[in-house]
Nanobody, 117 residues
Framework: QVQLVESGGGLVQAGGSLRLSCVVS????????MGWFRQAPGKEREFVTA????????YYVDSVKGRFTISRDNAKNTVYLQMNSLKSEDTAIYYC??????????WGQGTQVTVSS
């Protein structure tokens, strides 16, 4: 049974940083692209970033380019999201996703990120 467990969320002041982690079990992690999405209160879940199975290709939504960095460690079955220069509009629940654009997409339970201004 596949399981994605996020951690690293919390409360941070605007301009601060957080690093999210997502550990995957139950699948051959290195076979899959991984992604991060977020959902703010009253809004639809939106794509934030994704990384290819090898880590060689990354994608970002325009609003986080230059501030967020996705990375992965296939030996640890873990994908990371380094978030710098956080803004109040980054406040959301952040979800890790395995195979984010594929038919077998799987979600984690989410981790809350709150940025105070």
């Amino acid at each position: 049974q596949v399981q994605l467990v996020e951690s690293g969320g919390g409360l941070v002041q605007a301009g601060g940083s957080l690093r999210l982690s997502c550990v995957v079990s139950g699948r051959t992690f290195s076979n899959y692209a991984m992604g991060w999405f977020r959902q703010a209160p009253g809004k639809e879940r939106e794509f934030v970033t994704a990384i290819s199975w090898s880590g060689g290709t990354t994608y970002y939504v325009d609003s986080v380019k230059g501030r967020f960095t996705i990375s992965r460690d296939n030996a640890k079955n873990t994908v990371y999201l380094q978030m710098n220069s956080l803004k109040s509009e980054d406040t959301a629940i952040y979800y890790c996703s395995l195979d984010p654009r594929g038919p077998g997409r799987v979600w984690g339970q989410g981790t809350q990120v709150t940025v105070s201004s």
